[in-house]
């Protein structure tokens, strides 16, 4: 299928799902809704960074089916305010005007609205729509400065013709097979080994029919 009838037709798809969603209004209050089964103590430890690199495993991009938000505006809203403020009382020497110009250039993106369904992922920037399909393509391992690891998941655009990103890296804190809760996604057309190199914007996602405070109150509780 040409990028243009893959863009119509999920475009039609996730317009009916984005209707269903605003419809059910789900309760996804902090607390209530599901990320699936509870972290084993493992998967708890690698989610803070901490694991052996055979525990890591290939992921489907599955994981990340769905139709995602960026928090970006709600960053330049002024809404996640009260989680900088958190993060500052946790962190010696750093104020909450600080660790926000960190996240702004972290969360920055124009992307607002990731759809992924069945291999393909659907980019939203204002009225412009591109899609792909995305052939898994490995994972990385990371050690950062902190001496802490994490792993990106590598996929790459299949149709030269695409507008879509040709190069896709995953990073939500899990090591193997799992439904992603929210993640931080690296986009780019050069290569793989470049996003490997970004460390500094790191765009994240929610779901997309989680309300602006339900995503404050993840956040708060993360």
């Keep these: 299928m040409s990028e243009d009838g893959v863009v119509a037709n999920l475009t039609g798809q996730w317009i009916r799902v984005i209707g269903a969603l605003l419809i059910s209004q789900q309760a996804l209050a902090h607390g209530t809704h599901t990320h699936g089964k509870p972290l084993s103590a493992m998967e708890q430890k690698a989610a803070e960074g901490v694991f052996a690199d055979s525990d890591v495993k290939d992921r489907p991009l599955s994981d990340w ?5 960026s928090v970006y505006p709600l960053l330049q809203s002024g809404e996640l305010d009260p989680v900088w403020q958190k993060k500052a009382q946790q962190t010696p020497g ?3 005007e600080e660790i926000k110009a960190y996240y702004r250039k972290g969360y920055a993106t ?9 291999g393909v992922m659907e980019f ?6 591109s899609a792909c399909h995305y052939r898994y393509a490995g994972h990385k391992i990371l050690t950062y400065t902190s001496g802490k690891k994490g792993v990106r998941y ?3 655009c299949q149709d030269a013709d695409s507008k879509a990103p040709r ?9 193997g097979p799992r439904k992603s809760a929210h993640f931080h996604i690296f986009m780019g057309n050069v290569s793989q080994q470049a996003l490997l190199t970004e460390m500094e914007n790191w765009p994240t996602w929610y779901p997309y029919q989680m309300t602006n405070a339900q995503v404050v109150e ?3 509780h993360h």
């Design 154 to 156: 590598l996929f790459e």
């Design 65 to 69: 089916d769905g139709l995602w938000q």
């Design 167 to 175: 190069y896709v890296q995953f990073s939500d804190h899990t090591i």
């Design 218 to 220: 993840e956040m708060l």
């Design 94 to 96: 750093k104020t909450a």
């Design 124 to 129: 939203h920037v204002g009225e412009q729509v």
């Design 110 to 118: 124009n992307v607002t609205t990731i759809g992924i369904e069945n």
